[in-house]
């Protein structure tokens, strides 16, 4: 565990050295087949107009009846932007803590597992964007329905990002 959080903390850390842009934001979750509701934070890195790297933690609540954490990265790509919205598709890794797995009647139940999640959603172009996204967990065969809120950082009023780069602002092109 301690070296999946120090491989998470590297990447994230070396992407947002790099990153013309970032912002960060939280969502409420909810899984369909556990009937279980959570919420999440996250950190998305724009090296271009068109992916980006997004760093995340999910927790299933206690009074769910799967009691559970995520922890990952995934990979999100723009693939059709429409007026003010952006569609796009999301891949996601991630460490999964399952901590009532005793409680489970499943064979084979065990605290720590893997996962690998696919899915789509779809953003505006705001300095505040709320997102909406739907995934399956291909591990669990579950799908999970995400409604959350990004800020983007260095965003100017228009909803375009500015960055400064050798000491001149500039447009950032994943916000035009």
Not at 26 to 38: C, R
Request: net charge positive.
């Amino acid at each position: 565990m301690k070296i999946s959080i120090s491989i998470l903390q590297l990447l994230f850390f070396s992407f947002l050295v790099n990153a013309q842009n970032i912002g960060a934001g939280a969502d409420g979750v909810y899984n369909f087949q556990t009937e279980s509701v959570g919420a999440g934070a996250r950190v998305n890195i724009y090296p271009n107009n068109k992916l980006s790297f997004v760093p995340q933690f999910t927790y299933y609540f206690g009074f769910n009846k799967i009691q559970e954490y995520y922890l990952g990265l995934g990979l999100e790509y723009k693939i059709l932007p429409v007026n003010k919205f952006d569609f796009y598709v999301i891949g996601h890794g991630a460490y999964n803590s399952w901590l009532n797995y005793k409680e489970s009647a499943m064979k084979g139940a065990k605290q720590t597992n893997w996962n690998l999640e696919f899915g789509g959603g779809v953003t505006t172009r705001k300095c505040l964007r709320p997102f909406l996204e739907y995934r399956y967990n291909l591990k669990f065969r579950e799908t999970h329905l995400r409604l959350g809120l990004l800020y983007i950082f260095g965003c100017s009023g228009n909803g375009s990002a500015i960055f400064k780069k050798n000491g001149n602002s500039k447009l950032c092109p994943a916000y035009n």
